[in-house]
């Protein structure tokens, strides 16, 4: 999820940088570029939502990591993608 979300905020930016450098016509920012980035916003927004609940949700185990209480909210993240890829590893022997 963490990685979906990178790629929806990266592919965000880039929109958006083309856009402020003219790179589409009038129209189709008009009709294409603008509601995808409004797509994308909301698709932000619900992946936000949802990593939010699963950092409230595994707070405890995130706490014992060093350095996590200075940590924003996107260090969670990662934090939380990185224990969960762990976790699920089949051929790690540290689960």
Same mark, same amino acid.
């Given at each position: 999820?963490?990685? +979906?979300?990178? %790629?929806?905020?990266? /592919?965000?930016?880039?929109?958006? &940088?083309l856009k402020?450098? $003219?790179?589409?016509?009038? +129209?189709?920012? %008009?009709?294409?570029? /603008?509601?995808?980035?409004?797509? &994308?916003?909301?698709?932000? $927004? ?24 200075s940590m924003n ?23």
């Open positions: 999820m963490y990685n +979906l979300y990178l %790629k929806t905020k990266k /592919e965000k930016q880039t929109l958006k &940088l402020e450098n $003219d790179r589409f016509t009038p +129209l189709e920012v %008009k009709k294409y570029i /603008e509601p995808y980035i409004i797509i &994308l916003n909301r698709n932000q $927004d619900g992946l936000v939502e949802r990593l939010d609940e699963l950092v409230e949700l595994h707070d405890d185990t995130l706490s014992k990591i060093k350095g996590m209480s909210m996107e260090g969670k993240y990662a934090a939380l993608s990185k224990m969960y890829k762990k976790a699920t590893d089949v051929n790690n022997p540290n689960k």
